[in-house]
């Protein structure tokens, strides 16, 4: 390799050092290692660095083919110790003011869409359902109205019917009142399954 190569190798070199020590900060902010498990911390390990690692030879092959020599190694700690004594605590505020912005935005984006849209929708829902409910209730009222209306229609037309009704022979008497019983239980049965329905609709 010529000087020039040379240079711009340790030059990019210096810069994957750099690089580095902002990738490793931010991987660490990210990863929580004490909260994390053993076995997620080690696989997250292993992608860092092999990522890195792959990062970095292709940043040497692109300069000089891949070429490696000990000033390489060299750079790149140089790279990483200018990173730590004089930019790690100014891109450490950086990160953590990044963090906090978007998480703020994250929030409003969240809350936005909860009260705009979420919780009208359950609202109206949940207004929705008592409506149906009171409706059910008010068309159940009615129909037992409507029901001791024909009720008491019947009783006035049948009254007539049953003072003729004990004027008849006793034989003919007989077989009617066992189609009347039939009537009757027609009309009970049917009562009592509004009844139910509307002590469902209650609860």
């Known amino acids: 390799m010529n000087l020039t190569i040379q240079f ?3 030059m990019v070199m210096i810069i994957m050092g750099f690089i580095f020590g902002v990738l490793l900060d931010t991987y660490q902010r990210f990863l929580q290692r004490p909260a994390r498990p053993r076995w997620l911390t ?4 292993m992608i860092f660095w092999c990522l890195y690692a792959g990062l970095l030879f292709y940043s040497l092959y692109r300069i000089n083919y891949g070429e490696i ?9 140089c790279g990483f110790a200018g990173y730590q004594a004089l930019f790690k605590s100014i891109y450490l505020k950086i990160l953590e003011w ?3 912005f978007f998480s703020k935005v994250f929030m409003l984006i969240k809350n936005t869409i909860y009260y705009l849209i979420i919780l009208p929708v359950i609202t109206l829902g949940q207004w929705v359902i008592k409506l149906l409910c009171l ?3 008010g068309l159940m009222t009615l129909a037992k109205m409507c029901l001791h209306l024909l009720l008491f229609i019947g009783k006035v037309i049948f009254f007539p019917v049953h003072l003729i009704f004990k004027l008849l022979p006793l034989r003919i008497r007989n077989k009617l009142a066992g189609i009347n019983k039939k009537i ?5 049965l049917t009562k009592n399954q509004l009844i139910n329905i509307a002590k469902r609709w209650k609860k």
């Not at 009757?184 to 009970?188: K, N, P, R």
């Open 184 to 188: 009757a239980g027609i009309f009970l």
């Open 42 to 45: 080690f696989i997250s390990d």
């Open 8 to 10: 711009e190798t340790m």
């Open 98 to 100: 990044i963090i906090v």
């Open 69 to 77: 020599r000990v000033y390489v190694f060299l750079a790149v700690l």
């Open 135 to 137: 409706l059910g209730k």
